[in-house]
């Protein structure tokens, strides 16, 4: 058996084995986990050899040239002097599965590192469909423009997506922590739009944000623990909170852009131009 047959019955299994964590938390989807299994990580990295490693250290830690190892439940380094990754391939196969790109929609992809989840955002939607790739660190954005050049609906930006003119889009996919999302991040999405983000108000709390443009405003769901490098204009630090939340993240039920619904009694948490609320849409 070929080297390359063998590395695509290990994709097969590695994504057999990320969607097996998504079914966990109720979700499923066949074509995320083929797509997972189509697309060849070691194609959209870095150079070898990689360094690999376990989400939360500790099990696994280790430098390696052989791409079979890459097909684990690992994180691969990027920049290691920023604490840039290719991140945890169950969570992400989880986000895809939620969000569920199609065919011939239109994805805006914020923080896209090397470009892997790129390419498989863009197996997702075909050559019908396109992905606007922002990714702000120079070196990285380069890399996934060379990465991707076989993709024709993939058009890789190297500035940043915050404050940024974004064109409409059915799927905004953030790969970087943030306060809140930037208004420009929901004015863009399409009616049943949807967009998934880390949510990380504080360096001491991140959960997964999903927010779907329903006909009544932007319903949000949050769910897990997550911890992702920040983006760069949009990080706690950047987006100051509007006084105390008033009630845990976890009772958020919807967000708002404050020049179209003030906020009011409800409110959840309170960033500049956006605000939260335990209201459901």
């Given at each position: ?228 490098v920040g983006c760069i204009g949009a990080e706690a630090r950047d987006v100051r ?41």
């Amino acid at each position: 058996m070929s080297e390359g047959r063998d590395l695509a019955a290990i994709r097969a299994r590695y994504a057999a084995d990320a969607m097996a964590w998504a079914r966990r938390d109720g979700l499923e989807n066949s074509r995320v986990e083929a797509a997972f299994a189509a697309v060849p990580r070691e194609s959209y990295l870095t150079p070898p050899p990689w360094r690999i490693f376990s989400p939360g250290g500790g099990i696994l830690d280790e430098e390696t040239s052989d791409p079979a190892r890459l097909y684990q439940d690992v994180l691969v380094v990027l920049d290691r002097a920023k604490g840039i990754n290719n991140g945890q391939p169950s969570l992400h196969a989880a986000w895809m599965a939620e969000v569920d790109p199609r065919p011939g929609e239109t994805v805006i992809q914020i923080g896209i590192g090397a470009g892997y989840y790129t390419a498989i955002l863009a197996e997702l939607v075909g050559e019908g469909g396109r992905i606007k790739a922002y990714e702000i660190e120079t070196r990285l954005a380069e890399l996934a423009r060379r990465n991707l050049s076989s993709l024709p609906q993939v058009r890789v930006h190297a500035v940043s997506a915050v404050g940024a003119e974004l064109p409409q889009a059915d799927v905004v996919y953030v790969s970087a922590g943030a306060a809140a999302p930037d208004p420009a991040w929901l004015r863009c999405l399409e009616p049943g739009g949807r967009l998934v983000m880390p949510w990380q108000p504080s360096p001491f709390e991140g959960r997964t944000l999903l927010v779907r443009r329903q006909p009544g405003g932007l319903a949000v769901r949050t769910h897990g623990s997550v911890a992702f490098v920040g983006c760069i204009g949009a990080e706690a630090r950047d987006v100051r909170a509007r006084g105390k939340p008033a009630q845990p993240l976890v009772e958020t039920r919807s967000v708002w852009l404050a020049a179209e619904h003030p906020p009011d009694d409800t409110a959840t948490a309170l960033y500049g131009e956006v605000w939260f609320s335990s209201r459901d849409v």
